[in-house]
């Protein structure tokens, strides 16, 4: 592949910026034939599908952020003299060709491919037909972008393909590919996983997890549990499942007053069984699976656990190893704790929604990554590349 200079890529991405700005109109008028044709029946979906001028705004500046970082590629890794001669350079590489494959959100479309395109990766997108008219005016703008600074339009593609069409792609590729990056629910990933040829790098679902220990400030848990619940149930790194322990002081009256505030936030409560013997009017979860789920909507299951020992092995057990949080002034516990729950990102005191390539200072974000290959957590422009190994010799043998 040919590696391009750091001037041409923000040359490009320079163009994007005052396209994206120039089109402002057509984009929104593009993305309101997606939404009329779009039933309402996934509010979460639905959410994510629109665009309006504050997204917009945050399309370009992901854009001017990227712009403005140092290039990843060519870096130097690790450089070795070996006793043989052998001059050893490790040193980052672009991927080569990655394709994303993601549901309703447009904005993917502008971060996924300045990322990319930024670490010299060329990149297929395959959104969902729900956003079909939305990222076509988006990848038309990347086409003209590039175009516009000698580039063939090929660096950034649309991929226009139904569910069987996709599926034979991914077993049999008409073109190269070296990475696969799906966006979306566990029957998406499954899917790729399923049938794809390459490397799949998972983006998974939310269903986090906070825990209240004994040793909570109680003002300070309301506060991180109404934001990660509240601030944005369409996230993936929304609230799902709170476990209180038992031994809490004033045990009860905690789970009628997180009761008397979620329900006054307009969010469905459900629980376990032990915590319906103080919350008698929820209804009980239908059954264990309910613990995996992720509900992107303003819903949350409530259960009692007996430990912080239980809430770690119940949320390594039903997580999507995204994000968890424990609620605790012991400093020691906490840690404890982050050291033995499997997720990519664990939280003391603080809310889930940091979860976020901007948030965590990465910058603009590809993905959240709950695989521990070769990257977990924000996918961000640095974790674009892979590395590669420079020797170079003068007749050496082995």
């Known amino acids: 592949m040919k590696f391009l200079d750091t001037d041409k890529k923000n040359n490009v991405l320079q163009s994007m910026i005052d396209i994206i700005d120039k089109k402002r109109d057509e984009i929104l008028e593009e993305n309101k034939k997606d939404l009329d044709a779009f039933e309402r029946d996934d509010q979460a979906l639905y959410d994510r599908l629109v665009v309006d001028q504050d997204k917009i705004d945050g399309m370009i500046t992901a854009i001017r952020q990227v712009k403005g970082q140092e290039d990843p590629v060519g870096k130097k890794i690790s450089e070795l003299k070996l006793e043989n001669g052998l001059e050893v350079i490790n040193k980052t590489d672009p991927f080569g060709t990655i394709m994303i494959i993601y549901e309703s959100r447009p904005d993917v479309t502008i971060e996924a491919a300045v990322l990319a395109f930024k670490a010299n990766n060329k990149i297929l997108l395959k959104g969902g037909r729900e956003a079909y008219h939305s990222n076509k005016v988006l990848v ?54 399923q049938h794809a040829k390459c490397a799949v790098l998972i983006s998974g679902r939310g269903n986090n997890f906070m825990y209240i220990s004994p040793q909570a400030d109680w003002a300070k848990t309301i506060t991180v549990m109404l934001n990660a619940k509240t601030d944005k149930t369409s996230a993936c790194n929304a609230l799902d499942n709170i476990l209180i322990d038992r031994n809490i002081e004033a045990y009860e009256e905690k789970l009628k007053d997180l009761d008397a505030v979620l329900t006054k936030a307009g969010v469905e409560i459900i629980v376990d069984e032990k ?124």
């Open 140 to 193: 038309k703008c990347w086409h003209e972008a590039l175009e516009a600074n000698g580039l063939d339009k090929d660096w950034i593609k649309m991929l226009e393909m139904n569910r069987e069409e996709t599926q034979e792609f991914l077993r049999n590729p008409t073109e190269k590919l070296d990475l696969i990056v799906p966006r979306g629910g566990e029957r998406l990933i499954d899917f790729v996983k």
């Open 275 to 398: 915590t319906k013997s103080v919350l008698s009017d929820k209804e009980v979860m239908e059954n264990e699976d309910v613990w995996k789920e992720e509900f992107l909507a303003m819903k949350i299951l409530i259960g009692t656990v007996e430990s912080k020992e239980e809430a770690i092995e119940k949320i390594n057990e039903h997580s999507g190893k995204h994000s968890s949080i424990i609620m605790t002034e012991d400093k020691n516990e906490a840690l404890m704790f982050m050291e033995q729950i499997d997720s990519a990102a664990v939280y003391q005191n603080a809310s889930s929604r940091f979860t976020d390539g901007g948030a965590m200072g990465v910058g603009a974000e590809l993905a959240i990554s709950t695989d521990k290959l070769h990257h977990r957590g924000p996918l961000g422009l640095k974790q674009l590349t892979t590395n590669k190994y420079y020797v170079f010799g003068d007749g050496q043998v082995r």
